[in-house]
């Protein structure tokens, strides 16, 4: 019973991670050790899975796609994203500095943690680093789309968003403010339960995700260190987004204002510094903390 509970409360780190705007579930994951069993676990609903469903091996097909382990942890997910899009909405109107501190802090700590994993740095390695990065900032930099519910649309956004949750440090949120459909689908249709805009989104992300894991499982297994460096710059590449103390830059399509960009800026040197700072070191702690915690393990 306690690893259910443990693999609910990683759901809920995951899921927390994909609500947030340039924060990455992946990298949650990948951090907390289930990443690899996440993408086995999707890689799993293949024919064999079907063959068992047909057959009524019912005991065969939650052992073969490990459901209790993608049922705790997609319960934590759930509960995530229902319930911490309502308080980050908050959060984020009243102290997003310190918010964004806090998140700055556990994924600067999560590059090392993530890329001393790596058995053997050579030249490949470091190119895929360098790609990783490169790819991650142009993602950053992107400039959003126009909000769009057509019904088409919205599968593809649910399939992409998808994919790039369980990718580290590339951030379906981000994904779906560059798309245009962040504010339609995270917060307007979560919070409302809107099944018109939700059930698309919903597809979208299943077919995208499945498809999506079986070649992330097959590139991991192969080229373990390749994967791995690119992710570890996936990861670096998202720092700008969300570095603290940065403000939007708003485009008006028409009467509906979009953030396109941001204008950075050093902070002053005064007690809300300080704080932010002290929050960020939390931040970093916690990652630092969890890895002593699963070596020791």
Known sequence: MSQYIANFLKGIGVGSANVIPGVSGGTIALITGIFERLIDAFKSFNMTALKLLFKGDIKGLIKHTDFWFLLSVGCGVLVAILTIARIFEFLFAEYPIYLWSFFFGMILASVYYVGVTIEKWNWNVVLAFIIGTGIALFVAFGTPAQENSNFVYLIICGAVATCSMILPGLSGSFVLVLMGN????????????????????????????????HLLSWIIKNYRDLTIAVLTGFILGSMPIIYPWKNDVITYFGSEAKVTG??????????DFAIALVIMLIGAAIIILTEKMAKGK
């Open 262 to 271: 941001y204008e950075y800026y050093f902070p002053e040197m005064n007690m």
């Open 182 to 213: 962040y504010q339609l689908i995270m917060i307007d249709a979560v919070n409302d339960l809107n099944l018109k805009i939700l059930l698309p989104v919903v597809l979208g992300g299943v077919v995208g995700l499945l498809a999506f894991s």
